[in-house]
Structure formats: C-alpha cells, structure tokens
C-alpha cells in the first residue's frame, strides 16, 4: 500500500521567500508529525495534528512556520521569509490512533530544502 | 522519555546475523521499545516495537531482558541494503514525537 508521501522532494529557493511543502498521510492515520533533520543530526519535532487541528505546536521554531491539516488529511507547513539556517530535511510522519495510544510512526522520505 | 544508550558503529558480514544492542535502564513500565533504520537519503523506517515480551516480524527480532533494562534487534541474515544507521527508542504511547538520538551506523560487509 501506498505510504506517506512528501512533494517536493527537493526545493531550492532563495533567502527570504516563502515556500510550502506537502505531506499525503497513509490513509486512515489520523494522527500526522513534522520533524526537520539538518545536515548529520537527529530530528527535531516541529508540530502534531490529531485529525485537523494541532494540540501541539511545541516545536515550531519561530513564528514564520506554520502549519495546517485540512479534512484530517493532506498537510502543508509553509515557511516564510526563508533564511538559511531553515535549511534542512523536512520530515512528515503519520499513525494511528488506538484507543488513545499513538501507533508506530511510518515516515516519508522527506523535502530537502535548500536556502541559498 | 527514557535515554537510551547504543554503540556508535558495527560491522556485520552479510549472511549474519546482526545483533544491535541498546541499553534503556531508566525505563518505565508503561513505556515501549522502538526500532527504526534510516538509510542515507531516505526517512526513518519503522522495524519492530515491544513491551516486555520477545517481538518478531517479517524484518527483525526484538529481545527484551526481563527486567526490560535493555533490548536486543536482530536482523537474522543481514544483507548489503542492511546497511543504515539504527535507532532505538524508549517512548510511552501518549507522547507526541519520538526523540531519535545518535543511534548504530551499522555496516554489513561483502
């Protein structure tokens, strides 16, 4: 089956502009994460979604990241006035929900974001 | 969450089996075990998660010492597309993320 899938998979943009990336959840996971990975480092949590909204937006770096979920599935974080130091692996992960408990996370393969 | 702790590097000859250690002594009852690998270029990719009691699937074996202060991953035959950096760990199912540390380059050799 089909699992979760990131677009683009690379995005080379210029300091200061806006830029989006996409994560397609498996389908039925309720439960969708962001985590960012710079170059050799481990991840860093940015933000979880239950359904459409955001319990937790602990990780969110500064205020030019932002994130939505719409009909508790396809998500998009967007990043604006890009600077440099945002450059770094974009990961999307998702899981279920079982009685409460979050199921294994199953990742995609990422957005490599590149500031110039 | 508990602290893991795994060795930096291993070898394995492919046809093997790879025996990945991971020490978690401050774990507690309610919290999990988790495996996943992370091949260059790829996202984290989910192997095998237990308790307390022995795990088993298509991919790898989890051991847990009983008195679940540390694990065991297994991959039973290693083979070349084994190579990755291996993560274990410790998390209770109400959290939110999971704090992937430095984990176990592991290198299967020809």
């Known amino acids: 089956g089909a699992g979760v899938s990131q677009s683009p998979s690379n995005k080379v943009t210029e300091k200061g502009k806006d830029v989006e990336l996409r994560c397609d959840p498996i389908?039925?996971?309720?439960?969708l994460y962001w985590y960012r990975q710079s170059l050799g480092q481990g991840l860093e949590f940015l933000i979880y979604?239950?359904?459409?909204?955001?319990?937790?937006k602990s990780g969110l770096p500064s205020d030019r990241f932002s994130a939505e979920r719409t009909g508790g599935s396809v998500s998009t974080l967007t990043i604006q006035r890009t600077q440099q130091e945002d450059s770094a692996v974009y990961l999307c992960?998702?899981?279920?929900?079982?009685?409460?408990?979050?199921?294994?996370?199953?990742f995609g393969d990422g957005t490599r974001l590149s500031i110039l | 969450d508990a602290k893991t702790t795994q060795p930096t590097s291993m070898d394995c000859a492919e046809g093997r089996a790879a025996n990945l250690p991971c020490n978690h002594s401050?774990?507690?009852?309610?919290?999990?075990v988790y495996w996943y690998r992370q091949i260059h270029s790829q996202g984290p990719q989910y192997i095998i998660h237990?308790?307390?009691n022995n795990e088993t699937n298509e991919m790898a074996s989890l051991i847990i010492t009983e008195d679940r202060k540390s694990s065991t991953l297994i991959l039973p035959h290693a083979t070349l597309r084994d190579t990755a950096v291996y993560y274990c760990?410790?998390?209770?199912?109400?959290?939110?993320?999971?704090?992937f540390g430095t984990g176990t380059s592991l290198t299967v050799i020809p």
């Open positions: 992960a998702s899981s279920l929900v079982y009685r409460g408990d979050r199921q294994p996370q199953h």
């Open positions: 389908s039925g996971h309720t439960a």
């Open positions: 979604f239950q359904g459409n909204s955001a319990p937790d």
């Open positions: 401050t774990i507690s009852g309610n919290e999990y």
């Open positions: 237990g308790l307390k």
């Open positions: 760990i410790v998390r209770d199912n109400t959290g939110n993320q999971f704090y």
